[in-house]
């Protein structure tokens, strides 16, 4: 069993910052790429950014310089240090953790639950 848990959305006004964390724990060989994603309503789930086991990120456009994504491999940990915040940001944001439950398996994605950012004044 894999359990994926995501904690520090919240309530922010615009220009704010917020900081989200995203821990896996259970049956876990290894953990490849983690990443976030946000839905807002009415739209389509959308990457928001990734990064590798080696330390390689990824971002949208609309995130970039403003959102930074980092790791931490002993903790199982992902998190996402957003800044500037904008209310088109608000949305709900998933982790998404590509793992191997144990040696020789196949790697299988992940989500967590998700956790509510809204960024209004």
């Known amino acids: 069993q894999v359990q994926v848990v995501e904690s520090g959305g919240g309530l922010v006004q615009p220009g704010g910052s917020l900081r989200l964390s995203c821990a896996a724990s259970?049956?876990?060989?290894?953990?490849?790429?983690m990443r976030w994603y946000r839905q807002a309503l009415g739209k389509q789930r959308e990457l928001v950014a990734g990064i590798t086991s080696g330390g390689t990120t990824n971002y949208a456009d609309s995130v970039k310089g403003r959102f930074t994504i980092s790791r931490d491999n002993a903790k199982n940990t992902v998190y996402l240090q957003m800044n500037s915040l904008k209310p088109e940001d608000t949305a709900r944001y998933y982790c998404?953790?590509?793992?191997?439950?144990?040696?020789?398996?196949?790697?299988?994605?992940?989500w967590g639950q998700g956790t509510q950012v809204t960024v209004s004044s």
């Open positions: 259970g049956s876990i060989f290894s953990i490849y790429a």
């Open positions: 998404n953790v590509d793992l191997q439950s144990a040696r020789g398996t196949i790697p299988y994605d992940y």
